[in-house]
C-alpha cells in the first residue's frame, strides 16, 4: 500500500532442512500450523490443529517418527476469532531436548519437520538482512555472493533526470543528475525516499539496540570480513543514495526516484527506460532528516572506516530539517502533479497528507545526536494519547523509541516527558499481550480484521518490535514471550499454514511477485525477503484470480499476480531483521532461557 492520502492503491545459501521449498503434503501437514523453523529449548512450543476432529492426545517424535519422546492433551475445541473455523492447540513446552521432530496427530496426521535448538532462528536472522542485498540496484551480483540468483547490474541511475515538478532555477527540468546505488523498494524497481526512512530507522534502531549480536554476524556479502557489521555494510548501500537525493542548493530531497510507469515483468538490466527524481516534499525531507540524524550518531562509531561520513550525515539532516520547517505542508499528491507536469507519473505514490509524525521522529533524532533543545522543542512531543504503530505514513513511534534508547543520556527538556511515553509504550503493548493466550492462535498479531491490511506481515514484525522495546524497559518475560509469538505466526503458525519468509519452512512463499524472482528462470524465489501476507481487501485491490477465502485472516494467495498479498517490501522486511535478530541476541544472553519460559 503505497498512497495514504486518497485512494489506496497499489544468496543466503539455504544449508538446513529448514531452507526447503514447498512441497506436496503427507497427510496433516496443512492442518497442523506451526513454526516451520522450530523453538527454543525453554520456550513456549505451540501448533494449532485446524478442522473439525474428535480431539484427543497428540505424539511429538524424532523426525524418523522412530520414537515418541512427549505426549500431551490437545486443547478443547474453540473457533478461530475470524473464520470461526475450529481450532486445538498442541502445547508441547515442557519438553525442552535439542533435536529435530515431528508433531502426530492420531486420525489428522503429521506436522512438517521442525527443530528445537538455541539458535532456531539464526539463519532466518541473516538472510532476513541478506535480502537487502538481493534489492541491490547498480551493481553486479556475483555467484560467489548471490549463489543461483546472481544477476547483472540494473539501474546505474547515473544518468537520472530532474523531472518538471522538481525543476528550480538552479536544476531546471531535464537536468542530468547522478543517483546511483540504493535498495529496489519492493516488488517494482524503483526507489523511494518516504519507504526507504521507516526502513533505514528500524535497521540503525536494531543495531543500536543490538550491536553484539549484529557484529558477530556474517552475511557473505562483498563487504564481509571487514571490521564493519554486515547490517551496517548493507544500510551504507541505500545510505549513499539517500544522500543523492538532497538538493545541494536549498536541502530539499526528491520524494523519489522513478520510472514514469512501472517496468514490466523483466530482470533489473533489461529494464532501461529514462529515470526521473520527482518532486521534493516535507514528508521526504523529514524523512530523510530522521535518518541522516540517527545514521551519523551509528557511523561515528567507524569514522575510521568512513572518514566524514557522520558529519555529512548530520549537515545533511540538519539541511533538510531547515528545508521542511520552511515548507512545512507540501504532500505529495501525484494525481495533482500529473494534471500539472509531463511526463505523467505512476509507480508508487507514498503520499501522505499530514507530517506531525515525521516531525516528532526528525526533531527526537536531531535532538538525540546534537543535544540541542530547539529540535525538541520545534514540536509538540506528545500531540495526543495516541501511540500508533510504526509504518511508512506514521512513524512517531520511532521518535519515541529513540528517546527511550538514549533516555540515560536525555536532557532536562527530554526528561519531563519520557515517564510519560514509557508509560504510554508500556500500555500499548499490555494492549497486545492481553487475550493472546487465550485467542486460537495464541499469537499477538491477527486477533482482529484491522490487522489484515496490506502488508500484514509487518504490522506483526512491528508490534514484536514494540513488545521488546517493552521487555528492555522492563525486563518482563511476558513482552518477550508475546514477541515470539508473532514471529511463530510468521513462520507458519497463522490461519492460512504459510511461512512468509522465501526459503523458510516446508510451506514458505514461493511465488512472491518480486520481478526479479519472476523473471530470473530460477524456480526458487530469491530467500529472505517477507511477504506481504494476508490482506483482507486483496480480492478488491489486486484482481488476481483464484481468491476463494471470504474471512480476512484466510485472503492470501501464493500467486506472483497477488501483488495486494503476496509482494515483498523492503519496509517489510526490516522490522523481520529487527525482530529476528533481536531474539536471537537475547536468547544468548545467560537468563532468557528463564525469561521465555513458562
Known amino acids: 500500500m503505497r498512497t495514504f492520502c486518497k485512494t489506496l492503491t497499489g544468496a543466503f545459501l539455504c544449508l538446513t532442512f529448514s531452507c526447503a521449498q514447498a512441497q506436496s503434503p503427507v497427510r496433516g501437514q496443512e492442518a497442523i500450523r506451526l513454526n516451520q523453523l522450530g523453538f527454543y529449548p525453554n520456550a513456549a512450543k505451540i501448533a494449532v490443529v485446524v478442522g473439525e476432529h474428535q480431539g484427543g492426545k ?11 519422546v512427549h505426549t500431551g492433551q490437545l486443547s478443547e475445541s474453540k473457533p478461530a476469532e475470524l473464520s470461526k473455523r475450529p481450532t486445538r492447540v498442541a502445547d508441547f513446552s515442557s519438553f525442552n531436548t535439542p533435536g529435530t521432530y515431528v508433531l502426530e496427530i492420531p486420525g489428522v496426521g503429521q506436522s512438517y519437520a521442525f527443530e528445537i535448538k538455541p539458535d532456531v532462528h539464526k539463519e532466518l536472522a541473516a538472510a532476513s538482512v541478506k535480502g537487502f542485498y538481493f534489492q541491490r540496484t547498480a551493481t553486479d551480483l556475483p555467484e560467489q555472493y548471490a549463489g543461483k540468483w546472481h544477476r547483472p ?18 536544476r531546471p527540468a531535464g537536468t542530468v543528475i547522478s543517483s546511483s546505488k540504493g535498495w529496489y523498494d519492493a516488488g517494482d524497481y524503483n526507489k523511494y525516499i518516504v519507504n526507504s526512512g521507516i526502513t533505514m530507522g528500524t535497521l540503525l534502531s536494531a543495531y543500536e539496540d543490538f550491536p553484539g549480536f549484529f557484529r558477530a554476524q556474517n552475511l557473505n556479502i562483498p563487504e564481509s570480513n571487514n571490521t564493519v557489521p554486515d547490517l551496517l555494510d548493507e544500510s551504507l548501500w541505500n545510505l549513499r543514495w539517500m544522500l543523492t537525493m538532497q538538493d545541494p542548493h536549498d536541502g530539499g530531497v526528491y520524494h523519489k526516484l522513478t520510472n514514469p510507469a512501472f517496468d514490466g515483468i523483466i530482470m533489473p538490466h533489461q529494464a532501461t527506460g529514462p529515470r526521473y527524481v520527482v518532486q521534493k516534499g516535507t514528508a521526504a525531507a523529514l524523512d530523510f532528516a530522521a535518518v541522516m540524524a540517527q545514521a551519523s550518531r551509528v557511523y561515528r562509531g567507524f569514522s575510521k572506516e568512513f572518514p566524514g561520513l557522520a558529519d555529512s550525515c548530520l549537515t545533511a539532516a540538519v539541511r533538510a530539517w531547515d528545508w521542511a520547517r520552511k515548507n512545512p505542508k507540501v504532500a505529495y499528491e501525484q494525481d495533482a502533479l500529473n494534471k500539472s507536469f509531463d511526463p505523467d507519473v505512476s509507480t508508487g505514490a507514498y503520499g501522505d497528507c499530514d507530517f506531525t509524525d515525521e516531525f516528532i521522529w526528525a526533531a527526537a533524532e536531531l535532538y538525540t545526536t546534537t543535544k540541542q533543545d530547539s529540535y525538541y522543542k520545534a514540536v509538540t512531543m506528545l ?99 508475546a514477541a515470539l509469538s508473532n514471529l511463530d505466526y510468521l513462520l507458519g503458525r497463522n490461519a492460512v499454514g504459510y511461512s512468509f519468509v522465501t526459503g523458510y519452512g516446508d510451506k514458505a512463499t514461493l511465488n512472491p511477485h518480486h520481478r526479479p524472482s519472476m523473471a530470473d528462470g530460477v524456480k526458487e524465489p530469491v530467500p529472505g525477503l517477507l511477504s506481504g501476507g494476508t490482506n483482507g481487501q486483496a480480492n478488491k485491490q489486486d484482481k488476481c484470480e483464484g481468491y476463494t477465502a471470504t474471512s480476512p485472516d484466510e485472503m492470501y494467495l501464493d500467486v506472483d499476480c497477488s501483488y495486494a498479498s503476496n509482494e515483498i517490501a523492503i519496509n517489510w522486511n526490516a522490522p523481520l531483521v529487527y525482530l529476528a535478530g533481536a531474539l536471537e541476541a537475547l536468547q544468548q544472553k545467560a537468563g532468557f532461557a528463564a525469561n521465555l519460559k513458562k
Request: hydrophobic fraction near 40%.
Open 383 to 481: 500531540p495526543d494519547p495516541k501511540m500508533p504503530l510504526p509504518s511508512w505514513p506514521q512513524v512517531r513511534l520511532l521518535g519515541y523509541y529513540t528517546l527511550l534508547r538514549h533516555k540515560d543520556k536525555a536532557g532536562a527538556v527530554a526528561l519531563q516527558d519520557l515517564p510519560e511515553i514509557r508509560k504510554r509504550l508500556l500500555q500499548m503493548a499490555d494492549g497486545m499481550v492481553a487475550g493472546a493466550s487465550q485467542g486460537a492462535y495464541k499469537t499477538v498479531m491477527g486477533r482482529v480484521a484491522q490487522d489484515y491490511i496490506w502488508g500484514s506481515s509487518s504490522v506483526a514484525a512491528n508490534q514484536g518490535i514494540a513488545l521488546i522495546q517493552a521487555y528492555q524497559l522492563t525486563n518482563d518475560k511476558k513482552y518477550l514471550q
Open 153 to 170: 547490474a540494473g539501474h546505474p541511475d547515473d544518468k537520472v533526470l530532474v523531472h518538471p515538478s522538481a525543476a528550480t532555477a538552479q
Open 58 to 68: 497428540f505424539l511429538l517424535k524424532t523426525a524418523d517418527q522412530a520414537k515418541t
